[in-house]
Nanobody, 129 residues
Framework: QPQLVESGGDLVQPGGSLRLSCAASGFTLDDYAIGWFRQAPGKEREGVGSLSANSKSTNYAESAKGRFTISRDNAKNTAHLQLNSLKPEDSGVYYC??????????????????????WGQGTQVTVSS
């Protein structure tokens, strides 16, 4: 059974950093593009960034550019989202997702969550002083 499990969410002060992890089981993550999304209370889910299967192409939301970085560790079947310079408005539940494309360069658009085949259950990030 394919599964994604996020971890690493925490309470952090503004300006701080976190590293989220997304562990895959039941399938090989390096065959898939990775996406990260987040949802704050009372708000719609929004895309944060995506990474192609060969890690050579990325899409980032404007709010994430320069602060967040997606990476993958194929040996551990795991993806990561590095969050730096965190702001209170970054708070929310962060979800990872995996999408199988026709090309290893396929980089899912963040506005098309339906392109993702598997989703995790989320991890809470709270940015507050």
């Amino acid at each position: 059974q394919p599964q994604l499990v996020e971890s690493g969410g925490d309470l952090v002060q503004p300006g701080g950093s976190l590293r989220l992890s997304c562990a895959a089981s039941g399938f090989t993550l390096d065959d898939y593009a990775i996406g990260w999304f987040r949802q704050a209370p009372g708000k719609e889910r929004e895309g944060v960034g995506s990474l192609s299967a060969n890690s050579k192409s990325t899409n980032y939301a404007e709010s994430a550019k320069g602060r967040f970085t997606i990476s993958r560790d194929n040996a551990k079947n795991t993806a990561h989202l590095q969050l730096n310079s965190l702001k209170p408005e970054d708070s929310g539940v962060y979800y990872c997702a995996a999408a199988r494309g026709a090309s290893i360069y396929y980089t899912p658009l963040l506005t098309r969550p339906r392109e993702f085949d598997y989703w995790g259950q989320g991890t809470q990030v709270t940015v507050s002083s």
